[in-house]
């Protein structure tokens, strides 16, 4: 059997997909990965999408999409997906032992932060361990904090962070940043921002929350501890598309590019959310791309049939 639409990923974008899809009678077939729901299972509360005035936990958010989803006809299959082929149609989907044959395809597969792979850095995430200052710098407001990293990312982050912190320590492994000039110099004249240079994270304190820092400075090699109340890592993030490589056309950070909405290269495949979302990363945003996906796809198959 072919599928009219199948749907990889289960975070805001693949599960907004899903319900708008199953609701114009597609019966859309969702595929979700190891990671189900998407980097919003390893938030605690998200206070900052609309309809929750009192903030929701992402779980339990994410456990709202895929009811919705699911009442109105949106089917689910367990598993990685091993292997795609974009080359022909259907387009073929192989999921350890099993093949999926589909018309259409909406690739919502996220993108994943990049972390330091420290031993309590995973264990606290949500805990004071952050990857998104937009999402989770509120709850630090009066607190002493880190940023990790030396790029514009870490350097906005670092910025951003200001509105709420009371001091923001910019933890880097060089003696100069990388981040664009323009970048460095709104770090360099923030009062609210202390540099510690040379410096590398070598693990995250706390038991159930972060209460500080294990550094060590490279060119000493003294080891010191930083009592804080949380970490931002702000090393960049890699979107999840290595399955699609030379398939599908991409930006130079692995981005599939979308065109006129959420068309990819591919007649028939879509993307939406944060796999072709370098900018925003944000669940309101990526939900509102999953809309516009399956939107563009149900008016594809209507096209396909006319």
Not at 25 to 37: K, R
Not at 180 to 202: A, G
Not at 226 to 240: E, R, S
Request: overall charge neutral; some cysteine; proline content about 3%.
């Amino acid at each position: 059997m072919t599928e009219k639409i199948t749907i990889l990923g289960t975070g805001p974008a693949g599960l907004t997909a899903a319900i708008y899809s199953a609701r114009a009678n597609l019966n859309p077939l969702v595929i979700e990965g190891l990671q189900a729901g998407g980097q919003l299972t390893l938030t605690s509360d998200v206070e900052n999408y609309p309809g929750f005035s009192d903030g929701i936990l992402g779980p339990d958010l994410m456990s709202n999409f895929r009811k919705q989803a699911e009442r109105f006809g949106a089917r689910f299959v367990f598993g990685d997906v091993i292997k795609v082929d974009l080359k022909q149609k259907p387009f073929k989907l192989y999921i350890e032992k099993e093949n999926f044959e589909t018309q259409t395809l909406i690739l919502s597969t996220g993108a994943s932060a990049n972390l330091f792979g420290l031993p309590n850095e995973k264990r606290l995430i949500g805990k004071g361990v952050s990857t998104c200052a937009t999402c989770d710098g509120f709850f630090f407001r009066g607190k002493e904090i880190a940023v990790a990293g030396g790029g514009d990312s870490a350097c906005e982050e670092a910025t951003f962070l200001t509105k709420f912190a009371a001091k923001v320590i910019l933890i880097h492994r060089r003696d100069k940043l990388r981040a664009s000039k323009i970048m460095q110099e709104r770090v360099f004249k923030n009062p609210k921002i202390q540099i510690l240079w040379d410096t590398v994270i070598e693990d995250v304190i706390g038991e159930k929350e972060v209460t500080g820092l294990k550094l060590k400075n490279i060119k000493t090699s003294k080891q010191d501890e930083l009592k804080l109340a949380g970490v931002f890592v702000a090393i960049g993030h890699t979107p999840n598309t290595l399955l699609f490589r030379d398939q599908i056309a991409m930006d130079e950070k692995g981005y599939i590019k979308t065109f006129g909405g959420t068309k990819t290269s591919i007649p028939g495949v879509f993307a939406a959310g944060d796999v072709q979302d370098p900018v925003y990363r944000q669940a309101v945003t990526a939900a509102g791309t999953g809309c516009m996906a399956a939107i563009d796809t149900e008016r594809f198959l209507e096209s396909e049939h006319k």
